[in-house]
């Protein structure tokens, strides 16, 4: 089965950084993505980034573009997503989520990690 464990949320002030890391096991195929989904009290749950697995295609929200940064470590089968100038805006419940071809994305979950962005 695939598993995500996400870690490195924690509290941090306006403009400071974190990164989060997702380490994945259980993929059977060769092509998959994963990314960072995150959902704040009073807000529909939004699609941060996501990294295909070649790392060929990634994606960011218009909402943190220049900001946020995805990224893959294949030799230890780990995303990570680096999270600067952090606003208040930012803070939520993030997840780390994949798919393959045969469960679509995002069909697989991690556990979740909060973000606590204080002004």
């Known amino acids: 089965e695939v598993q995500l464990v996400e870690s490195g949320g924690g509290l941090v002030q306006a403009g400071g950084s974190l990164r989060l890391s997702c380490a994945a096991s259980g993929f059977t195929f060769d092509d998959y993505v994963i990314g960072w989904l995150r959902q704040a009290p009073g807000k529909e749950r939004e699609v941060v980034s996501c990294?295909?697995?070649?790392?060929?295609?990634?994606y960011l929200a218009d909402s943190v573009k220049g900001r946020f940064t995805i990224s893959s470590d294949n030799a230890k089968n780990t995303v990570y997503l680096q999270m600067n100038s952090l606003k208040p805006e930012d803070t939520a419940v993030y997840y780390c989520a994949g798919g393959d071809l045969g469960v679509g994305f995002p069909g697989y979950w991690g556990q979740g990690t909060q973000v606590t962005v204080s002004s």
């Open positions: 990294i295909s697995s070649s790392a060929a295609t990634t």
